[in-house]
């Protein structure tokens, strides 16, 4: 109790720092005040995460009571195109679960002659990046996870490296398409990049990535590979794995899996079909995910209720929309325009120079915060450059890799390290220390953020 005590008032004590220093620096007092609400709600998921959508209610009913915001604005900041793309999504994730499409792909990737210790890694590497691309993060390592367990278990081996090879390829596999991250899509709809820009620009980033981190980890992780492939060797169990982890492919699997198929390709040439069309931007991207989850409560219609209430993530998406608008009420200050002017004032209008300062800060912050929290304060500062007339293209790349590799760097740094670690921890008691993914995470983190930087400084195609 004592312990919460401390840290409610250190979390106000902070929140007022901010608001004093707000002020010192030359913002008015709605600029001043809206800057302390937000990083009231950001430190409040940092010390209180069970009472983070608390924050985010008390915190937006104050913006509106002292008039920082009005209602008109409130729901346009709400970017309820994000929240509603991702239910969308979240409901066919649900279907493609109940299908048990994501086990089937693991038996049949894994059917693999010769599997040996550094395979496996090559194996479970890929298999998280491709994963959390096509689906998402959370979602990928939850089956990853229970796959990896499995099959550790069959070979008695510590599943904890394993699991933890897993965990940081999907975080940087999750760079790879506007699907595998919520800030993926955030950045999408507010910068104007689309689904075949993420696929020519960030795609071959996070490959290039997720092969030197699989080199990396198999380096750092010799021992327990060696084990592995001596306990492989010694049970020669390949046919028998097989048939452990096969699932036949039957009429329901087939089905939910061309739905999942067809919805990518929609939303893979969703640009091209709004410039068809004459539709506004990420018209069609909102829509396909809609209409495809409307289809499956029609085709499932006993389990609609099931997908709504238990598979989309209510509690997460009422935060980040409530998050939005905090980080609306930012720009509608006239506040991230004041920090975008003053960044370019540091940096002197060097857009190298702000293009990585904008990735290690947004790198470092996703190792501390919750990179949709992070994200989300950034995305209006770099809609403030716009007002400078400076292109931001470069920028939104560098927060994009930035919120999602500065996720390796610690256990809090993303969702799907929490998740992970608790599944590895429920099912096997298996605790992982914060400092023993701290010294691998921290060197794969550094080292992929080096790469994007050096890519994004000096390859103008990110320009």
């Known amino acids: 109790m004592k312990s919460k005590t401390l840290r409610l008032i250190a979390l106000l004590a902070t929140s007022a720092s901010f608001w004093l220093f707000a002020s010192k620096v030359g913002m008015d007092q709605r600029q001043a005040l809206s800057v302390a609400i937000f990083s009231l709600s950001v430190m409040g998921t940092l010390f209180f995460w069970d009472f983070r959508l608390s924050f985010a209610f008390v915190g937006t009913a104050v913006l509106l009571i002292t008039k920082t915001i009005d209602i008109s604005h409130l729901l346009e900041f709400s970017s309820l195109e994000v929240i509603l793309f991702l239910i969308g999504m979240m409901v066919i994730m649900g279907r493609l679960k109940d299908a048990g499409v994501f086990a089937w792909i693991v038996s049949v990737i894994l059917r ?26 959370v979602t990928s390592i939850i089956f990853m996870a229970a796959a990896i367990l499995e099959i550790c278990d069959y070979f008695e081996v510590n599943p904890a490296p394993f699991i933890i090879i897993s965990v940081l390829s999907t975080n940087i ?25 993420f696929i020519i620009k960030a795609m071959p980033v996070s490959i290039i990535c997720l092969l030197v981190t699989a080199s990396l980890l198999i380096f750092w992780y010799k021992k327990p590979i060696a ?31 061309a739905i999942f198929i067809i ?5 893979s040439l969703h640009h091209r079909i709004e410039l068809l069309l004459g539709l506004d931007p990420n018209t069609v991207l909102l829509a396909v995910p809609l209409i495809s989850s409307g289809l499956i409560m ?36 006239g506040t991230t325009v004041f920090i975008a002017d003053k960044l370019v004032n540091f940096t002197g209008e ?46 939104w790349w560098a927060l994009l890799f930035g919120g999602c590799l500065g996720g390796n760097i610690t256990l809090i740094g993303s969702t799907a390290n929490i998740v992970a670690l608790g599944i590895l921890e429920k099912e096997r008691n298996i605790r992982v220390s914060f400092f023993s993914w701290f010294r691998v995470g921290l060197g794969v983190g550094l080292i992929t953020t080096c790469i994007v930087w050096a890519i994004l400084t000096f390859i103008p195609f990110y320009k």
């Not at 492989?232 to 390949?238: F, H, Q, S, T």
């Not at 919805?263 to 939303?267: D, G, P, R």
Request: proline fraction near 2%.
């Open 173 to 197: 596999g999750s760079a790879a398409t506007v699907l595998g991250n919520p800030i993926g899509i955030l950045i999408a709809s507010k910068s104007g990049l689309t689904f075949e820009d």
């Open 298 to 333: 029609v085709w499932k219609r006993n389990k609609a209720r099931k997908y709504i209430e238990r598979d989309v993530e209510w509690w997460t998406l009422i935060f980040f929309l409530l998050l939005f608008v905090q980080a609306g009420t930012l720009k509608y200050t």
């Open 350 to 395: 060097n857009l190298k120079v702000l293009t990585g300062v904008i990735l290690w800060v947004s790198a470092l912050g996703s190792s501390m915060f919750d990179n949709v929290v992070l994200v989300a304060a950034f995305v209006p500062v770099l809609q403030g450059f716009r007002a400078l007339d400076i292109n931001a293209n470069s920028l």
């Open 112 to 137: 693999i002659p010769r599997l040996t210790g550094r395979r496996f890694v090559f194996i479970i590497a890929a298999l998280s990046g491709i994963f959390a691309g096509a689906v998402d993060e």
């Open 263 to 267: 919805t990518l390709f929609f939303i």
């Open 227 to 257: 084990f592995l492939d001596r306990n492989i060797k010694e049970l020669g169990a390949n046919d028998i794995l097989t048939k452990l982890i096969s699932v036949p492919a039957d009429r329901r699997l087939k089905v939910s899996l």
